[in-house]
């Protein structure tokens, strides 16, 4: 069951939300390993994406999602649309939501952009990462590709490493892991660790190797150099002469630990290429994932939407038959 309009962040979302979302998403994996990866779900559905920051994955992975699901696609960013004149977020939002779209992507360096967005236009808004807040697809993709590599969340301990400061990915990921019963660790120098993070469940743990030990799950992080205004360690070498993630860390955890890092790495810095490319990691799988998440995400705030408005009746309390969403079309 999910009955919201939009998708802003996992922190509030039940664990009956999450688990839809999930087994929705892997009932869209399928649809990507076919000859003919499409189907007819959002045909006649307009989906925008609009990025006022840079992406690879999530801004791509959103635009295949749409086209998998037969949606018509138009990206957006910063440099190419009015914001450069001086038109505001909200009139660019309003302007766009006037052309009748159907989901409004948003990728934003203010925290909450989306949730502004959210009250000035009709149509559904994704999250697609605002600032230091959150990005709740990134952390549903992360959940899908640990429940799909240990069968379950509840019970694993998750470290998270890095410049947590910073990152909406951990903060998503916090809500999104806790909600579903893990434990998690939030690993790196008091300075990109703040205490605050206790308050929201995670534990701080400053030394590596000690926040490591019996991971079920390590989760790597990107220093963001982009949002640092200040000095936050001496310097990137000593950072990463104690925080980048060598073959003897990763020892430290459980033998079939798994390997995450949402991306881009920076190799060398947070972690060794050795770790990257090697057997723990599950780097690829993450951005594979990525696709049926936003499939799901699409699906469930437009797809199923439809279906709603109309029949006039808002079935939205029934179960979808998932196997069948895929299947059937
Ligand atoms: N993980 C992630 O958000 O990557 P992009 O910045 O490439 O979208």
New binding site residues.
Partial sequence: MFERRHLLGLEGLSAEEITFLLDTAESFKEVSEREIKKVPTLRGRTVVNLFYE??????TSFEIAAKRLSADTINLSASSSSAQKGETLTDTARNLAAMRPDAIIVRHPSSGAPHLLARHVDCPIING?DGAHE?PT?ALLDLLTIRSHKGQIEGLTVAIVGDLLHSR?ARSNLFGLRTMGARVRFVGPTTLVPSHFADLGAELVSDLHEGLRDADVIMMLRIQRERMNGRYFSSLDEYSRMYCLSGEAVAKARKDVIILH???MNRGVEISSTVADGPYSVIMDQVTNGVAVRMAALYVLVGRRRGIESSGEDTANEPVPLRRVAAAE
Avoid: A, D, E
């Fill in positions: 840079n992406s690879t994955r999530t801004r990462g990005h990134q990915v949402p991306g881009p």
